[in-house]
């Protein structure tokens, strides 16, 4: 370890920053957020820093630095870009003992500032050594997409009830489980979801001792697993994936999400496919309900979004009326995620003022019953969801129906999964583009103007007689 990793305490305690600058800004932020009292010597100073002097945040010495300056100071800070300067900052500090700080100077400092992460009061500082500030900063990136951004205030949340804990659960071994307990179980996860006031009513209950005697408590979360790439989950999705004792989930859930679970994370799958049905929705329903009642924290992951037809909808009609609080967890559906993987702008100001999202698939797998004649609207942007199976038929309503037959159409296999395939051509054509495609992932039917903005698009036009949408 070339430096030793300490926090100092500089509340009401002063601190010197020489230079007026932006770096001696940075420095200035992050004193005082420490709480310190600062004087900055600077012969100019700038916007930022001028504002603070104005407000009488700060005291400010108008001239260049003398070395009397550090007198009294608990802490040194030189950034005025200067060498020579700097260097006599560093050098009056050093012959008075005081922790000295160069701005890009590791060699003058006696300490350096770290790259933060901070969900106050927890701080985290990551240093390299001086070695490489760019990876420092990238782990510091990486830390901040993990930690949810309310855990200062779960941070806050366990303060206020430290003293209630310590009276209630005097034995320090047993505060511990206590406290473990706490930061795994559901009063924290109310809390990171944000919900403050059934934390505290359950923390209430847990530190009176009353839930002493009940068995753990689980909890469920319908989460939304995007198209199939991992780096399109959400934060929330990540987090809760990462903390599931079971993962339920879907077909098109891809295994490059799933990868995200524990380890010993349990993994139980309920995929469906048209006309073959693993479980039957009742069953799916009986079976999560069945793991959140014996303590676990379940989720419920399904690809795209749940609530986009996903029957996220009763599912969590089915936990509420057991009275079991479910937490949703919103994913990019499909329509989003494959538009964005082949560029096709969804709505546009000059061809697509709306946008449906419609199934393609009626009961048994038949033709869906839909308002023909308000989809073949022009301007607007169609998506169909399970439509394989019946473009050819949706093509026909839809011209019957009035919609010109060169309108441009998309179809997306496996959108924004290492397999994908976009084909493009035109409506009269798509029963045969999607025939003669041999489609075997999901796939999602795009049709409209701003299907032809695709940026790998290279329409077949006009390549199909209109007699090919005939099924
Ligand atoms: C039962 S729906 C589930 C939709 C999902 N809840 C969503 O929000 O994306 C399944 C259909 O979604 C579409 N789909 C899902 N993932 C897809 C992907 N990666 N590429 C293309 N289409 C996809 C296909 O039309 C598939 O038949």
């Known amino acids: ?164 804990v310590k009276a209630t659960v005097p034995n320090a071994a047993a505060r511990l489980r206590f406290w473990d307990r706490f930061f795994d179980g559901p009063v924290a996860d109310q809390l990171l979801a944000g919900n403050d006031r059934g934390a505290r009513d359950r923390m209430l209950t847990l530190v009176n001792g009353r839930a002493a005697a009940e068995p753990p408590r689980g909890g469920v979360a319908i989460v939304g697993a995007g198209p199939g790439d991992p780096d399109l989950l959400t934060l929330r999705a990540l987090r809760l994936v990462q903390r599931a004792d079971v993962v339920i989930y879907d077909k098109l859930v891809g295994s490059g999400v799933l990868d995200l679970a524990r380890r010993d994370a349990e993994r139980l799958y309920v995929g469906k496919s048209a006309g073959h049905h693993s479980k039957s929705q009742d069953e799916i329903n009986a079976l999560i309900a069945a793991q959140v009642q014996a303590g676990k924290r379940v989720v419920r992951l399904k690809g795209g979004d749940p609530f986009i037809f996903g029957r996220g909808g009763e599912e969590l009609a089915y936990l509420r009326a057991r009275g ?106 798509l029963g045969w583009l999607v025939r003669q495609s041999s489609i075997t992932g999901p796939a999602l039917i795009v049709i409209g103007r701003v299907a032809a903005l695709a940026g790998a698009a290279t329409p077949a036009l006009d390549s199909e007689p209109a007699r090919a949408i005939a099924v």
């Open 324 to 429: 079991i609080a479910v937490e949703v967890v919103p994913g990019i559906t499909a329509a989003l995620g494959c538009a964005a993987a082949v560029g096709i702008p969804l709505t546009h100001r000059d061809h697509a003022q709306a946008v449906t999202l419609a199934t393609g698939q009626g009961r048994d797998g038949a033709e869906p019953e839909l308002d023909w004649a308000t989809l073949a609207r022009l301007d607007q942007t169609l998506v169909i969801y399970m439509g394989v199976g019946t473009a050819g038929r949706i093509a026909e309503r839809l011209i019957e129906h009035g919609l010109d037959p060169a309108t441009p159409v998309a179809v997306i296999e496996n959108g924004t999964l290492p397999g994908q395939k976009a084909l493009y051509g035109r409506l009269s054509g």
């Open 1 to 164: 370890m070339n430096y030793f990793p300490a926090f100092f305490d500089l509340k009401d305690r002063p601190a010197l920053i020489v230079g007026g600058g932006e770096a001696a800004a940075r420095r200035l932020r992050l004193l005082q957020k420490a709480g310190a009292r600062i004087t900055v010597v600077a012969p100019r100073v700038g916007d930022e820093i001028g504002g603070a002097i104005e407000a009488g945040r700060v005291a400010a010495v108008r001239r260049g630095f003398v070395s009397g300056d550090v007198n009294g100071q608990a802490i040194v800070f030189a950034a005025t870009g200067l060498p020579a300067v700097d260097e006599r900052v560093a050098e009056a500090a050093h012959t008075a003992g005081l922790p000295v700080n160069v701005a890009d100077h590791a060699g003058l400092s006696s300490f350096i500032v770290p790259a933060i992460v901070e969900r106050d009061p927890l701080v985290i500082g990551i240093s390299t050594g001086g070695a490489a500030p760019v990876l420092a900063s990238r782990v510091r990136e990486a830390i901040e997409r993990l930690l949810p951004a309310r855990l200062g205030r779960l941070a806050d949340f366990a303060d206020s009830f430290r003293t209630a």
